[in-house]
């Protein structure tokens, strides 16, 4: 079938980027062998010109390397059954099972598989088993998503180049070799305009090029750009005209078959199951149907459920539009036919679909032993003193919202962020460590349910106090940690705008309209959770992790003095 739309000639700017980008693409380019008396996948259209290639996507793997518990390892079926399904042992089960019935294949992820924050004892490792998960799966390409970003340039640069972490160090093995596959943001640029990650990769399949795209969507990038964790290091450029730049790219090269690894949330859950839509706006969709005519399949990521959408490109011709659900939970599948001669996806004959990965498969060995390994090393890191306390510090807030493991973390954020003026942190629960006994282990700094990055901000006296207020939620309050220079009164059975009074850094009153530096976390910061008001700071600053934070002050403070006096002063009414 001819292309779509015609063959645009490629701009200058485009020739340019392609006469940069070929020593590094040419090192991309990979030959898959051919078992000559495999099954094609469809033998009624077996013809000698025509080259068929399975290709399967998974994403927002999110470090969950065992199943996780309720919701989120289970699935909900067509005909609304509930079936337990996911993780990453059982994900390379079914990536297996579905290779192998097809002669060619190629795998894709739309990123979103490594995260600071996610489950499991793998935290301690700053992503490194999840990592060597994937280097076992031999996959083509990945999208950079918001996690991968979510530390900084300079963490995404270790994780797909290697090197011991800077503050961590080499803890799951005596060396970090890095991602074996490419990390593609083709709309990821630095200052100067300069590509900070290869935009494409090329991959010979029978001596058929195929081509991949990577995208990072702005919005689904905003907690970790607007929160400033990726300072000006990283630029985030339109994501059509980056696809179009970089498919032009890939036509000069010759390549025709291109599939588009999209990172950006599209929608809810289908009523259909995985294999339904449900969807028919939003930016992704919106994208999916403008983005670039030489774009045959698009595998998305950057949310928790499966959909599988057909889409018409701006020529009008359909093209899937398909995305897996998180945790390893389905396997996304396009069954692609390649004209030989032409380089051009038959769409008339693409077919696809979402395979649920349950748990009634014996999962994969090579998988397994990684995250049996990964455990038993955390109990080893994990017991490792790193300081003392004066006593037991509880997770158990006070009347006024408070607890002593929460302020320990509070002041542990604040000597973190002294090299950017911060005069106090501010740090929701979630971020707070569990029970801390005398002797404080590693294990302690990760134990919290959800760790953050620390960012310091500008904010008035005014906007200070909103958010101050922003706490309260009729019933479902959410009250802030803060670091001993931070201190206020509430009275919750105040009306709004006047349960917080008496706020001070230090013996000074917050002014309205002066300005102050305070930490936070990164998602409270573009105002998450309801915290509004942060979401209007300015000259952010990323500082470090939460875990890493308290790790750094209760080793050089110890023994910690456990905070016994009230922060926040119970006014009642």
Request: glycine share 10%; proline share 6%.
């Amino acid at each position: 079938m001819p292309r779509h739309g015609g063959s645009a000639a490629p701009s200058s700017r485009s020739l340019r980027l392609a006469t940069a980008l070929a020593g590094s693409a040419a090192l991309l380019l990979t030959s898959l062998p051919v078992a000559a008396a495999a099954p094609a996948l469809h033998p009624r259209n077996n013809q000698v010109d025509d080259v068929e290639v399975r290709l399967l996507s998974f994403g927002d793997l999110g470090d969950s390397l065992r199943p996780p518990e309720g919701d989120a390892g289970s699935l909900i079926q067509s005909d609304g059954s509930r079936v337990d399904a996911g993780g990453a042992g059982y994900l390379a089960a079914f990536l297996d099972q579905l290779r192998r019935q097809a002669p060619r294949s190629l795998l894709y992820s739309g990123g979103g598989n490594v995260a600071y924050d996610g489950n499991g004892p793998y935290r301690m490792f700053s992503g490194e088993p999840t990592i060597e998960v994937l280097n076992s799966w031999d996959i083509a390409a990945s999208a950079v998503g918001a996690p991968e970003l979510s530390e900084g340039l300079g963490e995404l640069l270790r994780k797909a180049q290697g090197g011991c972490h800077p503050e961590h160090g080499c803890q799951f093995g005596d060396e970090f070799t890095g991602a074996n596959f490419p990390l593609l943001g083709a709309n990821l640029v630095d200052e100067a305009g300069e590509p900070i990650t290869l935009p494409f990769s090329i991959n010979y399949v029978d001596d058929v090029p195929v081509g991949a795209i990577g995208v990072l969507m702005r919005d689904a990038a905003a907690t970790a750009s607007e929160a400033g964790a990726t300072g000006d290091a990283v630029q985030i450029e339109d994501e059509l005209e980056a696809i179009e730049k970089t498919a032009e790219v890939l036509e000069f090269f010759g390549v025709k078959a291109i599939t588009l690894l999209l990172y950006g949330d599209a929608a809810a859950r289908s009523a259909d199951g995985p294999n339904g839509c449900g969807i028919e706006d939003g930016p992704a969709y919106t994208l999916a149907t403008e983005a670039s005519p030489h774009v045959d399949v698009i595998f998305s990521a950057g949310g928790p459920d499966a959909f599988n959408c057909t889409v018409r490109d701006p020529g009008g011709v359909e093209r899937p539009f398909i995305r897996a659900a998180s945790n390893g939970r389905t396997v996304s599948v396009a069954d692609i036919v390649i004209n030989r001669h032409t380089g051009e996806v038959l769409r008339e004959r693409t077919s696809a679909f979402n395979q649920v990965v349950t748990r009634n498969v014996e999962p994969d060995h090579t998988t397994q032993d990684i995250i049996a390994r990964a455990e038993e090393l955390s109990i080893e890191v994990g017991d490792r003193q790193i300081g003392e306390i004066s006593g037991a510090a509880l997770s158990r807030t006070t009347p006024a919202g408070e607890s002593p493991a929460g302020r320990i973390l509070a002041d542990a954020a604040q000597f973190a962020a002294t090299s950017s003026d911060s005069q106090a942190a501010l740090l929701p629960p979630s971020a707070s460590p569990r029970d801390l006994d005398s002797a404080v282990t590693y294990r302690d700094a990760f134990s919290a349910p959800r760790p953050a990055m620390l960012v310091t901000l500008s904010l008035t006296g005014a906007e200070l106090k909103e958010a101050l207020e922003q706490q309260f939620r009729d019933g479902d309050d959410i009250m802030l940690q803060p670091s001993q220079e931070l201190t206020y009164t509430i009275n919750p059975g105040a009306g709004p705008g006047a349960r917080v009074t008496d706020i001070r850094i230090g013996d000074s009153p917050v002014v309205d309209d002066e300005t102050y530096r305070i930490t936070v976390t990164d998602r409270i910061a573009i105002g998450g959770f309801g915290f509004t008001a942060l979401g209007s700071g300015t000259d952010r600053a990323a500082i470090t992790t939460t875990s890493k934070a308290f790790t750094d002050y209760v080793s050089t403070h110890s023994p910690v003095k456990v905070p016994g006096e009230d922060r926040v002063s119970l006014q009642e009414s």
